[in-house]
């Protein structure tokens, strides 16, 4: 199993970035997938998570209204739509899948099994 995280760079303040994150080795409707990210000297904190075949979606609070998660099946690949950007939003993106996450648990990093590695989104004022 192997996730594969891109699509992180440098924006200014209110710009958009999308991150995209193909999996291989198992299929994503299967599972679980969210996306976490990290800043700096910060723990890491749950942004977003596509719940497997529903295909519900959940958000953190300080992302709702700006950031869309969604998933393409015939390209076994979840993204991550992200507009309006802050710089508070400066950190490593990670996507995380589990095939046997249930929804109390979706916004623990530690409940995920699989991580790709990480792209770096920096915001500048």
């Known amino acids: 199993v192997q996730l594969q995280a891109s699509g992180g760079g440098l924006v200014q303040a209110g710009g958009s970035l999308r991150l995209s994150c193909v999996a291989s080795g198992f299929t994503f409707a299967d599972a679980v997938v969210g996306w976490f990210r990290q800043a700096p000297g910060k723990e890491r904190e749950f942004v977003a998570a596509i719940f497997r075949r529903g295909g519900h979606t959940y958000y953190a609070d300080s992302v709702k209204g700006r950031f869309t998660i969604s998933r393409e099946k015939s390209k076994n690949t979840v993204y991550l739509q992200m507009n309006r950007l802050t710089p508070e939003d400066t950190a490593v993106y990670y996507c995380?899948?589990?095939?046997?996450?249930?929804?109390?648990?979706?916004?623990?990093?530690?409940?995920?099994?699989?991580w790709g590695q990480g792209t770096l989104v920096t915001v500048s004022s």
């Open positions: 995380a899948a589990d095939s046997r996450l249930i929804l109390s648990s979706i916004a623990m990093p530690e409940q995920y099994d699989w």
